[in-house]
Protein backbone atom coordinates (compact mmCIF):
# COMPACT_ATOMS: atom_id res chain seq x y z
CA UNK A 1 0.00 0.00 0.00
CA UNK A 2 3.22 2.13 0.18
CA UNK A 3 2.58 3.54 -3.13
CA UNK A 4 -0.91 4.76 -2.95
CA UNK A 5 0.32 8.14 -0.98
CA UNK A 6 3.51 8.51 -2.71
CA UNK A 7 0.70 8.59 -6.35
CA UNK A 8 -1.35 11.03 -4.21
CA UNK A 9 1.49 13.26 -3.95
CA UNK A 10 2.04 12.77 -7.85
CA UNK A 11 -1.24 13.92 -8.73
CA UNK A 12 -1.38 16.49 -6.77
CA UNK A 13 2.00 17.93 -7.52
CA UNK A 14 0.49 17.77 -11.24
CA UNK A 15 -2.24 19.71 -10.44
CA UNK A 16 -0.29 23.10 -9.11
CA UNK A 17 -0.83 25.76 -11.28
CA UNK A 18 1.12 29.16 -11.10
CA UNK A 19 -0.23 32.29 -12.39
CA UNK A 20 1.72 35.36 -13.01
CA UNK A 21 0.70 39.11 -13.07
CA UNK A 22 -2.17 38.47 -10.65
CA UNK A 23 -4.56 40.32 -9.26
CA UNK A 24 -7.65 40.04 -6.99
CA UNK A 25 -10.42 39.60 -9.53
CA UNK A 26 -8.04 36.98 -11.66
CA UNK A 27 -8.04 34.78 -8.05
CA UNK A 28 -11.86 35.97 -7.35
CA UNK A 29 -13.12 34.33 -11.03
CA UNK A 30 -10.60 31.44 -11.39
CA UNK A 31 -11.41 30.41 -8.04
CA UNK A 32 -14.80 30.19 -8.52
CA UNK A 33 -14.87 27.99 -11.58
CA UNK A 34 -11.76 26.06 -10.08
CA UNK A 35 -14.53 24.18 -8.48
CA UNK A 36 -15.51 22.27 -10.68
CA UNK A 37 -11.43 20.94 -11.42
CA UNK A 38 -9.96 20.72 -8.11
CA UNK A 39 -6.77 22.17 -8.97
CA UNK A 40 -4.13 23.63 -6.42
CA UNK A 41 -3.62 27.42 -7.33
CA UNK A 42 -1.49 29.49 -6.44
CA UNK A 43 -1.08 33.69 -7.29
CA UNK A 44 1.85 35.75 -7.69
CA UNK A 45 1.48 39.81 -8.43
CA UNK A 46 5.08 39.64 -10.28
CA UNK A 47 5.21 39.21 -13.97
CA UNK A 48 6.91 36.37 -15.41
CA UNK A 49 9.98 37.13 -16.50
CA UNK A 50 14.32 36.13 -16.54
CA UNK A 51 14.08 37.57 -12.79
CA UNK A 52 11.20 35.32 -11.03
CA UNK A 53 11.28 32.09 -13.23
CA UNK A 54 13.42 30.08 -10.76
CA UNK A 55 10.44 30.31 -8.49
CA UNK A 56 8.25 27.78 -10.51
CA UNK A 57 7.89 24.93 -8.46
CA UNK A 58 5.82 21.44 -9.10
CA UNK A 59 3.80 23.08 -10.93
CA UNK A 60 2.44 21.36 -13.83
CA UNK A 61 0.80 24.62 -15.43
CA UNK A 62 1.87 28.45 -15.66
CA UNK A 63 -0.96 30.94 -16.47
CA UNK A 64 0.26 33.90 -17.73
CA UNK A 65 -1.10 37.39 -18.70
CA UNK A 66 -0.38 40.17 -21.74
CA UNK A 67 2.78 41.40 -19.94
CA UNK A 68 4.45 38.42 -18.96
CA UNK A 69 7.27 37.51 -20.79
CA UNK A 70 7.35 34.02 -21.86
CA UNK A 71 10.76 34.35 -24.20
CA UNK A 72 13.13 31.23 -24.94
CA UNK A 73 15.18 32.02 -21.72
CA UNK A 74 11.88 31.60 -19.16
CA UNK A 75 10.66 28.37 -21.48
CA UNK A 76 13.99 26.43 -21.37
CA UNK A 77 14.03 27.26 -17.60
CA UNK A 78 10.40 26.54 -17.16
CA UNK A 79 10.88 23.25 -18.96
CA UNK A 80 13.66 22.38 -16.33
CA UNK A 81 11.47 22.61 -13.55
CA UNK A 82 8.98 20.33 -15.31
CA UNK A 83 6.32 22.87 -16.44
CA UNK A 84 4.29 21.05 -19.42
CA UNK A 85 1.53 23.81 -20.14
CA UNK A 86 1.47 27.83 -20.69
CA UNK A 87 -2.00 28.87 -20.25
CA UNK A 88 -2.43 32.43 -21.85
CA UNK A 89 -5.31 34.16 -20.07
CA UNK A 90 -5.81 35.86 -22.89
CA UNK A 91 -6.24 36.21 -27.09
CA UNK A 92 -2.34 38.05 -28.36
CA UNK A 93 0.13 35.86 -27.90
CA UNK A 94 2.79 38.40 -29.36
CA UNK A 95 5.04 37.69 -25.92
CA UNK A 96 5.11 34.85 -26.23
CA UNK A 97 8.07 31.89 -28.20
CA UNK A 98 5.89 29.83 -29.32
CA UNK A 99 8.93 28.05 -31.36
CA UNK A 100 11.15 27.51 -28.14
CA UNK A 101 7.91 26.38 -26.80
CA UNK A 102 7.82 23.46 -29.56
CA UNK A 103 11.21 22.68 -29.33
CA UNK A 104 10.68 21.83 -25.38
CA UNK A 105 7.54 20.26 -25.93
CA UNK A 106 5.53 22.20 -23.81
CA UNK A 107 1.81 22.95 -24.86
CA UNK A 108 0.36 26.51 -25.08
CA UNK A 109 -3.01 27.58 -24.78
CA UNK A 110 -4.91 30.75 -24.81
CA UNK A 111 -8.74 32.24 -24.64
CA UNK A 112 -9.05 32.71 -28.08
CA UNK A 113 -12.66 34.35 -27.88
CA UNK A 114 -13.85 35.72 -24.11
CA UNK A 115 -15.99 38.36 -24.94
CA UNK A 116 -15.09 40.41 -28.39
CA UNK A 117 -18.19 42.16 -27.54
CA UNK A 118 -16.32 43.82 -24.68
CA UNK A 119 -13.64 44.98 -26.64
CA UNK A 120 -15.77 46.15 -29.37
CA UNK A 121 -18.02 48.30 -26.86
CA UNK A 122 -14.98 49.63 -24.69
CA UNK A 123 -13.48 50.56 -28.27
CA UNK A 124 -16.94 52.59 -28.64
CA UNK A 125 -16.53 53.91 -25.03
CA UNK A 126 -13.10 55.29 -26.29
CA UNK A 127 -14.76 57.00 -29.24
CA UNK A 128 -17.63 58.71 -27.47
CA UNK A 129 -15.47 59.84 -24.72
CA UNK A 130 -13.36 61.49 -26.90
CA UNK A 131 -16.23 62.74 -29.28
CA UNK A 132 -18.29 64.21 -26.72
CA UNK A 133 -16.09 64.81 -23.79
CA UNK A 134 -17.83 63.13 -21.21
CA UNK A 135 -15.13 63.02 -18.81
CA UNK A 136 -14.51 66.78 -18.69
CA UNK A 137 -18.37 67.04 -18.18
CA UNK A 138 -18.36 64.94 -15.84
CA UNK A 139 -15.66 67.04 -13.69
CA UNK A 140 -17.13 70.23 -14.68
CA UNK A 141 -21.22 69.63 -13.42
CA UNK A 142 -19.18 68.35 -9.94
CA UNK A 143 -17.61 71.91 -9.79
CA UNK A 144 -20.64 73.31 -10.54
CA UNK A 145 -19.84 74.87 -13.94
CA UNK A 146 -22.60 74.05 -16.38
CA UNK A 147 -21.15 75.74 -19.36
CA UNK A 148 -20.89 74.02 -22.44
CA UNK A 149 -17.54 75.55 -23.77
CA UNK A 150 -14.71 73.24 -24.90
CA UNK A 151 -17.52 70.24 -25.25
CA UNK A 152 -18.62 70.67 -28.80
CA UNK A 153 -18.43 67.20 -30.53
CA UNK A 154 -19.40 66.04 -33.82
CA UNK A 155 -22.26 63.63 -34.84
CA UNK A 156 -21.12 60.04 -35.87
CA UNK A 157 -24.01 59.46 -38.01
CA UNK A 158 -22.96 59.62 -41.61
CA UNK A 159 -19.03 59.45 -40.54
CA UNK A 160 -16.68 56.72 -42.22
CA UNK A 161 -14.85 55.05 -39.81
CA UNK A 162 -12.39 52.61 -40.85
CA UNK A 163 -11.67 49.08 -39.06
CA UNK A 164 -8.23 47.93 -39.64
CA UNK A 165 -8.11 44.13 -38.65
CA UNK A 166 -12.06 42.53 -38.86
CA UNK A 167 -11.74 39.27 -37.01
CA UNK A 168 -13.43 38.90 -33.71
CA UNK A 169 -13.34 42.46 -32.01
CA UNK A 170 -13.45 44.32 -35.50
CA UNK A 171 -16.46 42.18 -36.66
CA UNK A 172 -18.29 43.23 -33.31
CA UNK A 173 -17.08 46.91 -33.71
CA UNK A 174 -18.34 46.68 -37.54
CA UNK A 175 -21.98 46.17 -36.63
CA UNK A 176 -22.03 48.46 -33.74
CA UNK A 177 -21.14 51.26 -35.67
CA UNK A 178 -22.77 50.05 -38.74
CA UNK A 179 -26.03 51.17 -35.77
CA UNK A 180 -24.90 54.15 -35.58
CA UNK A 181 -25.34 54.94 -39.26
CA UNK A 182 -22.07 55.28 -39.97
CA UNK A 183 -20.07 53.92 -43.49
CA UNK A 184 -17.93 51.48 -42.56
CA UNK A 185 -15.10 50.61 -44.39
CA UNK A 186 -12.22 47.90 -43.71
CA UNK A 187 -9.34 46.54 -44.19
CA UNK A 188 -8.02 43.01 -43.13
CA UNK A 189 -5.96 40.08 -45.07
CA UNK A 190 -8.61 38.26 -45.17
CA UNK A 191 -12.07 39.41 -45.57
CA UNK A 192 -15.21 38.76 -43.37
CA UNK A 193 -17.69 37.59 -46.67
CA UNK A 194 -20.69 38.12 -43.62
CA UNK A 195 -19.60 41.51 -42.89
CA UNK A 196 -19.26 42.56 -46.92
CA UNK A 197 -22.85 41.00 -46.74
CA UNK A 198 -23.47 43.19 -44.05
CA UNK A 199 -22.91 46.71 -46.55
CA UNK A 200 -19.31 46.82 -45.31
CA UNK A 201 -16.64 47.46 -48.27
CA UNK A 202 -12.87 46.68 -48.07
CA UNK A 203 -10.27 48.46 -49.19
CA UNK A 204 -6.49 48.61 -49.40
CA UNK A 205 -4.70 50.06 -46.13
CA UNK A 206 -3.74 53.65 -47.89
CA UNK A 207 -7.78 53.39 -49.28
CA UNK A 208 -9.26 53.16 -45.48
CA UNK A 209 -6.34 55.85 -44.03
CA UNK A 210 -7.19 58.44 -46.12
CA UNK A 211 -11.08 58.08 -46.11
CA UNK A 212 -11.77 57.49 -42.83
CA UNK A 213 -13.09 60.35 -39.93
CA UNK A 214 -12.32 57.87 -37.55
CA UNK A 215 -9.72 54.77 -37.38
CA UNK A 216 -9.54 51.95 -35.02
CA UNK A 217 -6.96 48.92 -35.26
CA UNK A 218 -8.56 45.36 -34.36
CA UNK A 219 -5.71 43.58 -35.99
CA UNK A 220 -2.75 41.54 -34.33
CA UNK A 221 0.91 43.00 -33.34
CA UNK A 222 3.13 40.63 -35.72
CA UNK A 223 6.06 41.47 -37.41
CA UNK A 224 4.07 43.02 -40.36
CA UNK A 225 2.01 44.85 -38.20
CA UNK A 226 4.74 46.15 -35.82
CA UNK A 227 4.67 50.56 -36.09
CA UNK A 228 2.19 50.04 -39.16
CA UNK A 229 0.76 53.60 -37.78
CA UNK A 230 3.91 55.76 -38.04
CA UNK A 231 5.03 59.47 -39.92
CA UNK A 232 4.24 57.66 -43.26
CA UNK A 233 0.92 56.31 -42.36
CA UNK A 234 -0.41 58.83 -40.31
CA UNK A 235 0.49 61.50 -42.94
CA UNK A 236 -1.94 59.46 -45.08
CA UNK A 237 -4.60 59.96 -42.72
CA UNK A 238 -7.69 63.00 -43.28
CA UNK A 239 -6.83 65.75 -41.24
CA UNK A 240 -8.37 65.84 -37.73
CA UNK A 241 -8.37 62.05 -37.68
CA UNK A 242 -9.65 59.79 -34.45
CA UNK A 243 -7.51 56.98 -33.87
CA UNK A 244 -8.12 54.20 -31.34
CA UNK A 245 -6.02 51.84 -30.54
CA UNK A 246 -7.28 48.83 -28.10
CA UNK A 247 -5.11 46.15 -30.12
CA UNK A 248 -1.67 46.33 -29.27
CA UNK A 249 0.69 49.01 -28.39
CA UNK A 250 3.36 47.57 -30.82
CA UNK A 251 0.44 48.45 -33.75
CA UNK A 252 1.81 52.10 -33.26
CA UNK A 253 4.93 54.37 -33.02
CA UNK A 254 4.05 56.82 -30.36
CA UNK A 255 6.21 59.54 -30.70
CA UNK A 256 5.18 59.66 -34.32
CA UNK A 257 1.33 60.16 -33.40
CA UNK A 258 2.69 62.75 -30.73
CA UNK A 259 4.36 64.55 -33.28
CA UNK A 260 0.78 64.45 -35.23
CA UNK A 261 -0.88 65.48 -32.38
CA UNK A 262 1.30 68.94 -31.75
CA UNK A 263 0.83 69.68 -35.61
CA UNK A 264 -3.11 68.77 -35.07
CA UNK A 265 -2.76 66.66 -38.59
CA UNK A 266 -4.21 63.52 -35.50
CA UNK A 267 -7.83 64.97 -33.93
CA UNK A 268 -8.03 62.60 -31.41
CA UNK A 269 -6.15 59.79 -29.91
CA UNK A 270 -7.57 57.15 -27.90
CA UNK A 271 -5.47 54.16 -26.77
CA UNK A 272 -6.41 51.20 -24.51
CA UNK A 273 -2.93 49.59 -25.28
CA UNK A 274 0.68 51.54 -25.17
CA UNK A 275 4.05 49.63 -26.46
CA UNK A 276 5.60 50.30 -23.04
CA UNK A 277 2.67 49.09 -20.80
CA UNK A 278 4.52 46.73 -18.74
CA UNK A 279 5.94 49.12 -16.71
CA UNK A 280 2.77 51.38 -15.98
CA UNK A 281 -0.41 49.02 -16.81
CA UNK A 282 -2.43 47.18 -13.84
CA UNK A 283 -0.40 48.89 -11.40
CA UNK A 284 -1.51 52.09 -8.61
CA UNK A 285 1.62 53.93 -9.83
CA UNK A 286 -0.28 57.46 -7.72
CA UNK A 287 2.75 57.88 -5.47
CA UNK A 288 5.51 57.27 -7.98
CA UNK A 289 7.32 59.12 -10.19
CA UNK A 290 6.62 58.10 -14.02
CA UNK A 291 9.84 57.22 -16.06
CA UNK A 292 8.41 57.06 -19.15
CA UNK A 293 8.19 60.42 -20.40
CA UNK A 294 6.24 59.42 -23.92
CA UNK A 295 3.21 58.62 -21.75
CA UNK A 296 3.55 61.44 -19.71
CA UNK A 297 3.57 63.96 -23.21
CA UNK A 298 0.97 61.89 -24.51
CA UNK A 299 -1.22 62.10 -21.04
CA UNK A 300 -0.71 65.82 -21.29
CA UNK A 301 -2.96 66.31 -24.76
CA UNK A 302 -6.72 67.24 -23.86
CA UNK A 303 -7.40 65.37 -26.51
CA UNK A 304 -6.17 62.24 -25.78
CA UNK A 305 -7.84 59.28 -23.57
CA UNK A 306 -5.46 56.64 -22.18
CA UNK A 307 -7.23 53.59 -20.50
CA UNK A 308 -4.89 51.10 -18.98
CA UNK A 309 -5.74 47.65 -20.91
CA UNK A 310 -9.43 47.49 -19.51
CA UNK A 311 -10.62 46.26 -22.75
CA UNK A 312 -11.61 42.83 -21.99
CA UNK A 313 -12.61 43.71 -18.31
CA UNK A 314 -16.44 42.32 -17.93
CA UNK A 315 -17.65 40.33 -15.72
CA UNK A 316 -19.12 38.03 -18.21
CA UNK A 317 -15.22 38.18 -20.07
CA UNK A 318 -13.16 37.69 -16.79
CA UNK A 319 -15.65 34.58 -16.72
CA UNK A 320 -14.94 32.75 -19.68
CA UNK A 321 -11.11 33.55 -19.09
CA UNK A 322 -11.21 31.22 -16.64
CA UNK A 323 -13.63 28.47 -17.37
CA UNK A 324 -11.73 28.07 -21.08
CA UNK A 325 -8.12 28.54 -19.07
CA UNK A 326 -8.84 25.95 -16.26
CA UNK A 327 -10.63 23.61 -18.98
CA UNK A 328 -8.40 23.71 -21.45
CA UNK A 329 -5.42 23.10 -19.02
CA UNK A 330 -7.36 20.22 -17.57
CA UNK A 331 -7.50 18.85 -20.82
CA UNK A 332 -3.89 18.40 -21.59
CA UNK A 333 -2.89 17.58 -17.82
CA UNK A 334 -5.02 14.72 -18.60
CA UNK A 335 -2.83 13.92 -22.32
CA UNK A 336 -6.22 14.97 -23.89
CA UNK A 337 -6.83 17.41 -26.44
CA UNK A 338 -9.55 20.93 -25.58
CA UNK A 339 -12.64 20.17 -27.69
CA UNK A 340 -12.41 24.09 -29.25
CA UNK A 341 -9.12 23.47 -31.33
CA UNK A 342 -8.56 27.01 -31.22
CA UNK A 343 -7.28 27.41 -27.75
CA UNK A 344 -4.26 25.72 -28.90
CA UNK A 345 -1.10 27.38 -29.90
CA UNK A 346 1.49 24.85 -29.44
P1 LIG B 1 -8.82 37.83 -34.44
O1 LIG B 1 -7.68 36.88 -34.66
O2 LIG B 1 -10.21 37.29 -34.40
O3 LIG B 1 -8.78 38.96 -35.57
C1 LIG B 1 -7.62 39.56 -36.03
C2 LIG B 1 -7.88 40.02 -37.46
O4 LIG B 1 -6.73 40.74 -37.90
C3 LIG B 1 -8.08 38.85 -38.44
O5 LIG B 1 -9.23 39.06 -39.23
C4 LIG B 1 -6.82 38.87 -39.28
O6 LIG B 1 -7.02 38.43 -40.62
C5 LIG B 1 -6.47 40.35 -39.24
N1 LIG B 1 -5.08 40.61 -39.60
C6 LIG B 1 -3.99 39.83 -39.38
N2 LIG B 1 -2.90 40.43 -39.89
C7 LIG B 1 -3.32 41.60 -40.42
C8 LIG B 1 -2.64 42.63 -41.09
N3 LIG B 1 -1.33 42.58 -41.35
N4 LIG B 1 -3.37 43.69 -41.50
C9 LIG B 1 -4.71 43.75 -41.29
N5 LIG B 1 -5.40 42.79 -40.66
C10 LIG B 1 -4.70 41.72 -40.24
O7 LIG B 1 -8.45 38.62 -33.12
P2 LIG B 1 -9.47 39.40 -32.16
O8 LIG B 1 -9.99 38.48 -31.12
O9 LIG B 1 -10.42 40.20 -32.97
O10 LIG B 1 -8.45 40.37 -31.41
C11 LIG B 1 -7.77 41.41 -32.09
C12 LIG B 1 -6.65 41.94 -31.22
O11 LIG B 1 -7.25 42.58 -30.08
C13 LIG B 1 -5.79 40.82 -30.61
O12 LIG B 1 -4.70 40.56 -31.45
C14 LIG B 1 -5.36 41.39 -29.30
O13 LIG B 1 -4.05 41.89 -29.46
C15 LIG B 1 -6.32 42.54 -29.03
N6 LIG B 1 -7.07 42.39 -27.77
C16 LIG B 1 -7.12 43.43 -26.90
C17 LIG B 1 -7.84 43.34 -25.70
C18 LIG B 1 -7.95 44.47 -24.74
O14 LIG B 1 -8.31 44.26 -23.57
N7 LIG B 1 -7.68 45.71 -25.14
C19 LIG B 1 -8.51 42.14 -25.42
C20 LIG B 1 -8.45 41.09 -26.33
C21 LIG B 1 -7.73 41.22 -27.52
Do not use: W
Not at 292 to 311: E, K, W
Amino acid sequence: MEFLPNFLQRITALMKILFFSAKPYDRTFFEQHNERYGFELEFLETHLGPHIVEAVQDQIAVCVFVNDKVNAEVIAVLAEKGVKIIALRCAGFNNVDLEAAREKGMRICRVPEYSPQAVAEHTVAMLLTLNRKTHKAYNRVREQNFALNGLMGFNLYGKTVGVIGTGKIGAAFCKIMKGFGCKVIAYDIAANAVLQANGIAYHDLETVLGSSDIISLHCPLNEHTHHMINAQTLQKMKKGVMLINTSRGGLINTPDVIDALKNKHVGYFGIDVYEQEEKLFFKDLSESIIEDDTIQRLMSFPNVLVTAHQGFFTEEALSEIAQVTLSSIDALAKGAEPDNKSVILV
